[in-house]
């Protein structure tokens, strides 16, 4: 991290910047200490990778993602003012999780936006995908 060296994967430029096209916020949420934060950042930098906020784990603190995803989701982060309907890919657990209500929650109408408003993006870089 320190040396900055991370590339991004194929596509990842293109989709943060079509999200933000669409009117959408990107928050990136990593497991990343505070400390590694800059040298994070600075790699997002140089790639010209756009996003709203990212929000590291603070120092000494456990690795529970969860805290900062509710942040996102109630709007207190630079991401947003408001609270913002969150999509999130576990980076070490092969799932897609939303905030409530899920769409299969949301009834038929929901369940048939899946490839039009919902997607499922596998993380390539942990884990398996079935």
């Given at each position: 991290m320190?040396?900055?060296?991370?590339?991004?994967?194929?596509?990842?430029?293109?989709?943060?910047?079509r999200v933000r096209a669409l009117g959408g916020r990107i928050a990136i949420v990593t497991n990343r200490f505070q400390t590694e934060c800059a040298d994070t950042a600075a790699v997002f930098a140089a790639h010209a990778?756009?996003?709203d906020a990212m929000l590291c784990?603070?120092?000494?603190?456990?690795?529970?993602?969860?805290?900062?995803?509710e942040a996102v989701?109630?709007?207190?982060?630079?991401?947003?003012?408001?609270k913002l309907?969150?999509?999130?890919?576990?980076?070490?657990?092969?799932?897609?999780?939303w905030s409530r209500p899920k769409p299969q929650e949301r009834g038929e109408e929901a369940l048939a936006q899946f490839?039009?408003?919902?997607?499922?993006l596998p993380n390539p870089m942990y884990g398996s995908w079935q």
């Amino acid at each position: 991290m320190k040396r900055r060296e991370a590339t991004p994967l194929p596509g990842a430029a293109l989709f943060l910047n079509r999200v933000r096209a669409l009117g959408g916020r990107i928050a990136i949420v990593t497991n990343r200490f505070q400390t590694e934060c800059a040298d994070t950042a600075a790699v997002f930098a140089a790639h010209a990778l756009v996003y709203d906020a990212m929000l590291c784990r603070p120092d000494g603190s456990p690795a529970d993602k969860n805290p900062r995803f509710e942040a996102v989701a109630s709007g207190r982060t630079p991401a947003g003012a408001g609270k913002l309907e969150l999509w999130r890919l576990s980076a070490t657990h092969p799932r897609f999780s939303w905030s409530r209500p899920k769409p299969q929650e949301r009834g038929e109408e929901a369940l048939a936006q899946f490839g039009v408003r919902f997607f499922v993006l596998p993380n390539p870089m942990y884990g398996s995908w079935q």
